[in-house]
């Protein structure tokens, strides 16, 4: 099986790139200013972003698990490769 480092390489720093246009706050900061607004909104308009930003914050915390569970992973990968030399 060919292994594909640079392909690999440039699909990580996509990914990161991603993450740092998510990582921006200023969506966040003009979010908070919408809902300031007097009369903004019903009780279950309220309820549906908030089950919005719940998720949204779930899905990070899983994102964050599974990055560090990948680095932890990679790492080990790499110790066993150097012991077996």
Excluded: N, Y
Aim: hydrophobic fraction near 40%; charged fraction near 35%; charge should be positive.
């Amino acid at each position: 099986m060919d292994h594909d480092l640079d392909m690999l390489g440039r699909k990580i720093t996509s990914l990161d790139e991603l993450l740092k246009r998510l990582s921006a706050a200023e969506r966040r900061r003009q979010l908070i200013k919408i809902i300031k607004q007097p009369g903004w909104t019903t009780p279950a308009e309220f309820r549906l972003v908030e089950v919005v930003v719940d998720h949204l914050s779930s899905q990070l915390k899983v994102l964050e698990k599974l990055e560090t569970q990948l680095l932890d992973a990679s790492q080990m990968v790499g110790e066993k490769q150097r012991q077996s030399k």
